[in-house]
Structure formats: structure tokens, C-alpha cells
């Protein structure tokens, strides 16, 4: 196995806003990140912006490399190299995610399925046991294994699907006949995901009925979410774990929705908004604003 090293310009051309560096800045070589109190000398870690004691935590870190908070004295005594940035948890997120974390390689697994119809672009990643049924799937997106997603699913450029995602299961949209039997409505919406996308585990997306259920660029959905028909989410949009979204409701970009949230059919989730973890939204929630509470009520602007 050959292990690839990384020198200090190779981190260094990573961020792309202000830095100053302090400690022994003359040269590093990192094979890997490691979190602050059991990195080495060949490790990359960082001491986030709101951690207290961030002045103890550096003093007796050991990273050949560690990201500070630009609010801390640069003129500390370390062997390694101290990076000086505003929000230190961000920048080493993007320095690791470039040089450190791997992903499958391009192609499709031997043992996915996949429709003759479907359109795959050629530098995408099909993990094992997947099924891709008449769908779209756009360059440098990554679908883990064990994935099923139905006819009609258009997914864009660098989405990435962990294990166990359903996309396309018909929606939960019934209709009583005169004997109170029910008749499902039909679903053949499809869906539209958008470029750089994250669904976690075992998240479902349920079918449009007669249009499609979207989500939009950026958005990041946790591990077992269930989004229903018609759910319209907007850019940058986080919706944590076990959180359940009912048909046709609209949350619009930069919103956040927290562990364990139920919001109802129809409801519109404004703008830069914030859901707290295990509330049940029965109401609009305005833009900027925050809500909590069984039923969710709101609280003050999300400042």
C-alpha cells in the first residue's frame, strides 16, 4: 500500500481566504488527519474557534499541522506548523476532504442492476447491489451500496448517496371510495435532485405525484429522513436525522431542521429559518426565524 504524502504548499493551496502561520513554519509532511489529542507528527488536526481552553489544547498538541482560530496568539512555541484562520473547523474540513478522505472509484459494481434506458454519465460510482431504474445520474456523483431508485429520478453533478437510500417509492396520497376503501393517487412525478447533494443512510424520497418532489443545491439530508411527494427544498438546505417531511411543504434555502423534526402537509419553512430538535411544526415558520416545541412555536430571529 503506498502512502501519500503531503507537504505544507499542498495544504496551504487548499485555502482560499486569509491565514497566518505561526510555530516551526518552515516545512511539514502529513499522511493523514487525526482529531487534536491523539494526532502525531504526521497527522493534520484543529483547535475549533469556539472550544475553550483552545490556548491549553494547542500547548500540548502534538499535529504536525493544526489549524487554529485566528483569535489566538500567534506566537506560540510549537514544533509542528500552527495555520491561523477565522473558522478552523471549516477550513480543515476542506483541507481533508481534498487531500485525505477517499471515495469508490468511477464505474458501476458488477452486481448493480441497472434499467437499459437509464443514463449513467460515465465518471459516476454505482456501489454494489444498487438497482437504477429508468433515471438520470449526473458526473462525480457517488451512490453507495443496497440503494434502490425508481423510473424518473433526474440526480445531478457530485450527489452523493450513502447505503440503503429509496428514491422514488410512491408517495403516501390516498383517496376513501363510497365504502371507505382507499384509492391511492397516482404518482408519476419523479424526482429532481440537484447538484451537490448529500443523502444520508436509509433516507427515503418519495415520488412526486403529478410533479416532482426536489431538492435542492447544496442541501444535506441526515441518515433516515423521509421526505414525502411534492416536498419542495430549497439550497443549502440541513435536515437532521429521523426527521420527517409530509407531502408538498416548501423549505426554502439556508434552513435548518434538527434531530427528530415532524412538519406537516403543506407548510411553508422560511428562509434562513431554524426547526430545534424533536419539534412537530403544525404552522408556517417565517423567514429567519426560530421555532421549538410540541406544537412548534416561534421564538426569536435566527441571528
Same mark, same amino acid.
Not at 98 to 121: C, E, N, T
Not at 148 to 170: F, M, T
Not at 244 to 260: C, L, P
Given at each position: ?21 505561526? /510555530? ?69 474540513? $476542506? ?13 458501476? +459494481? ?10 449513467? +454519465?460515465? *465518471? ?12 438520470? $445520474? ?40 363510497? *365504502? ?6 397516482? +404518482? ?12 444520508? !443512510?436509509?433516507?427515503?424520497? *418519495? &415520488? ?14 441526515? &441518515? ?20 420527517? $417531511? !409530509? ?18 402537509? /403543506? ?26 416545541? &410540541? ?9
Amino acid at each position: 500500500m503506498i502512502i501519500k504524502m503531503f507537504s505544507l504548499k499542498d495544504i496551504l493551496d487548499c485555502i482560499k481566504v486569509p491565514y497566518q502561520l505561526g /510555530g516551526n513554519v518552515k516545512e511539514a509532511a502529513v499522511v493523514g488527519i487525526a482529531m487534536t489529542r491523539l494526532a502525531e507528527k504526521n497527522q493534520i488536526s484543529f483547535v475549533d474557534h469556539n472550544y475553550k481552553g483552545q490556548e491549553e489544547l494547542v500547548s500540548t498538541a502534538k499535529a504536525g499541522v493544526l489549524v487554529c482560530s485566528s483569535n489566538l496568539s500567534t506566537d506560540f512555541s510549537y514544533e509542528g506548523v500552527l495555520i491561523f484562520v477565522e473558522h478552523p473547523k471549516l477550513i480543515f474540513s $476542506i483541507i481533508a476532504n481534498r487531500l485525505f478522505i477517499q471515495r469508490p472509484a468511477k464505474g458501476i +459494481h458488477p452486481s448493480a442492476v441497472i434499467h437499459p434506458d437509464a443514463k449513467i +454519465h460515465p *465518471d459516476a460510482s454505482i456501489g454494489p447491489f444498487t438497482y437504477v431504474g429508468k433515471s438520470i $445520474i449526473g458526473k462525480d456523483t457517488i451512490i453507495y451500496g443496497n440503494v434502490q431508485i425508481y423510473d424518473g429520478v433526474k440526480i445531478g453533478e457530485r450527489v452523493l448517496i450513502q447505503a440503503g437510500c429509496v428514491l422514488g417509492a410512491d408517495g403516501y396520497g390516498y383517496n376513501r371510495d363510497e *365504502d371507505g376503501f382507499p384509492i391511492q393517487f397516482p +404518482h408519476i412525478g419523479g424526482i429532481v435532485i440537484e447538484d451537490d447533494v448529500d443523502l444520508g !443512510a436509509n433516507t427515503c424520497i *418519495d &415520488n412526486g405525484a403529478l410533479g416532482p418532489t426536489t431538492i435542492g443545491y447544496g442541501s444535506k439530508l441526515d &441518515n433516515l429522513v423521509h421526505i414525502g411527494h411534492n416536498v419542495q427544498i430549497g439550497k443549502c438546505v440541513y435536515v437532521a436525522a429521523l426527521s420527517s $417531511i !409530509a407531502g408538498s411543504t416548501k423549505i426554502e434555502d439556508m434552513a435548518s431542521i434538527w434531530t427528530g423534526v415532524n412538519i406537516a402537509d /403543506g407548510l411553508r419553512i422560511g428562509t434562513n429559518s431554524y426547526v430545534g430538535i424533536g419539534s412537530v411544526v403544525i404552522n408556517e415558520v417565517p423567514d429567519g426565524k426560530k421555532c421549538f416545541g &410540541n406544537p412548534a412555536r416561534n421564538f426569536a430571529d435566527n441571528v
